[in-house]
């Protein structure tokens, strides 16, 4: 679209010079390192059904869904949505569909309890007024 005559990365100065001692950077990487490679084997492609458009779109829709839940002001209620959205971001990058049926899982549930305390929360308004 438009081409860019920058030969590096830009980054608002801020996080520019923001930087990690190599000591931290080398210790959080050998912290990270086993659970990744534990999430890459058990994580393979597998995604019969997400070559087409439509179930691109569903995963799409559902991705909304739960961000707009994430951002309604539920005590202790973006957790669920956001770790599903997690699992479907990390599933469908790797294109792998029991994962994605996992975390579409995880985030149906989430939505019933969204749906559910915000039903709850309107029952008590309504019988306090």
């Known amino acids: 679209m438009f081409a860019s005559r920058r030969t590096r990365i830009w980054l608002p100065k801020r996080m520019g010079d923001y930087a990690f001692e190599q000591a931290s950077f080398a210790a959080i990487v050998t912290r990270i390192t086993p ?11 597998r995604a019969w059904f997400l070559g087409s458009r439509f179930s691109e779109r569903l995963v799409g829709l559902l991705a909304l869904i739960l961000a707009v839940i994430i951002f ?7 957790w669920l949505p956001a770790f599903a959205l997690a699992v479907i971001g990390f599933a469908h990058t790797e294109r792998d569909g029991i994962s994605l049926l996992i975390g579409t899982t995880i985030g149906v549930g989430s939505i019933a309890v969204a749906a559910a305390v ?3 929360a309107g029952a008590l308004v309504s019988f306090i007024f």
């Open 118 to 120: 915000v039903a709850a």
């Open 72 to 78: 309604l002001p539920i005590p202790f209620g973006n």
């Open 35 to 45: 659970w990744l490679v534990r999430a890459e084997t058990l994580v393979k492609p």
